[in-house]
């Protein structure tokens, strides 16, 4: 079969579970537990059926603008699409083109080495330190251009804003990509600096802090030069990413800057009395600036915990990935579920046992 070899053989990155049945604690996303914004509802009625027939606008111009004023930037200096997926492969596409290997951690988000390899990019993966954290000295070579998340992810770590700094004015002529999908939940944001370099892309996203993750919305943010690139390569794939219906919603939503606040700070309540609780159970956890927490235990196999916690239907995240088989990922549910979770784990055994 000749046809096969031209063929794009890519081996596809894999999404959490979203379970079928209700009954389960799903703490494997990092979705948000709390619904979001009621403006998001009000706002369909605006949106006219008949107005579905039209193409909608490409540059979801509405969108767009709402971001950008409640960020306090222009809107050329912000961009939308269809999640922080959508955005961050659009933003590989345009500022990764270069023959040298882009950089970024070994252990991070795990779509980075997928699109690298679908879109042919070289890459190089730079280790964490022994505590899980990004050295900004270690970006410090050659490079096609630089990404990592802050917070990281699977690790939760943030990075200070003077350490991002760094690695954006070490690498002048690198794109350094600042992926903020945890942001809102205890780091600083990198986005004054797309006023004093011309080399840094900020993305975040509605799927965590703004409990859009099924509606799916991201967005970046960079000097003008940049989002034109960005605009150019995204026009020249999928015009019309964004639906009228996402395009009302969004803008709805990201107006509403009391219930994101407050639904941020219900998740770090939460995260706060769990890590102590679970550190109390004997876990090590890394501090986490996100809406989930990375916990690994001395005396129990992670993936053995992984497993007998989901047939006890709650669904947490373990990567079978060198570093971290020894860690699960659990994303910050509502206080009741992890209440649950927290008093399941004292029924397996090794667990909790050097409590006094
Ligand atoms: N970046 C990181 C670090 C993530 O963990 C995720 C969530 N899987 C994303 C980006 C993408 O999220 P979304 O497409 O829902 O905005």
């Keep these: 079969m000749s046809w096969e070899e031209n063929v794009r053989k ?33 706002c369909l009625s605006s949106v006219h059926p008949q107005d579905l027939r ?31 997926d959508d955005v961050l492969a659009m933003c590989f596409m345009t500022f990764f083109h270069g023959k040298k290997p882009i950089l970024f951690p070994d252990i991070t988000y795990s779509f980075y080495d997928v699109w690298a390899d679908l ?9 964490l330190d022994e505590d899980f954290r990004i050295c900004p000295g270690d970006y410090m070579k050659e490079n096609g251009g630089i990404v990592f ?77 940049l989002i034109k690139y960005l605009n150019d390569v995204k026009y020249s794939f999928n015009s019309y990413t ?17 219930t994101f606040r407050a639904n941020c700070r219900k998740v770090m309540d939460t995260r706060a009395w769990v890590t102590e609780e679970l550190r109390d159970l004997g876990f090590i956890i890394h501090e986490s600036s996100s809406n989930f927490l990375f916990a690994t235990h001395p ?20 990567f079978n990935k060198p570093r971290i088989n020894q860690y699960l990922r659990i994303t910050i549910g509502t206080d009741e579920d992890m209440r649950t979770f927290c008093d399941t784990l004292k029924e397996y055994p090794g667990i909790g046992e050097d409590k006094v």
Aim: glycine fraction near 6%; aromatic fraction near 10%; charged fraction near 20%.
């Design 119 to 127: 879109m042919e990019i070289p890459y190089e993966t730079v280790p």
């Design 299 to 318: 005396r129990v196999d992670a993936g053995e915990l992984f497993a007998w916690l989901k047939e006890k239907h709650i669904y947490v995240r373990y």
């Design 242 to 258: 964004m639906n009228r219906l996402t395009i009302a919603m969004g803008a709805a939503c990201v107006r509403d800057v009391e």
């Design 149 to 225: 998340p802050n917070p990281n992810a699977p690790t939760g770590e943030k990075l200070g804003l003077d350490a991002i700094e760094k690695i954006i004015a070490g690498n002048p002529d690198s794109v350094v990509i600042v992926d903020e999908a945890y942001v809102d939940f205890g780091a600083q944001s990198a986005l004054p600096l797309i006023h004093k370099y011309d080399n840094v892309i900020v993305t975040q996203t509605f799927s965590k802090s703004r409990s859009l993750a099924g509606v799916r919305i991201g967005y970046a943010f960079g000097p003008e030069k």
């Design 54 to 84: 039209l193409y909608p606008d490409p540059a979801a111009t509405d969108l767009v603008h709402a971001i950008a004023e409640v960020y306090g930037v222009k809107d050329s200096e912000t961009f939308a699409g269809v999640g922080s």
């Design 10 to 42: 890519v081996v596809p990155y894999t999404p959490g579970e979203q379970p079928k049945t209700t009954n389960v604690i799903k703490l494997n996303t990092n979705e948000n537990p709390y619904p979001p914004s009621d403006a998001v509802w009000a």
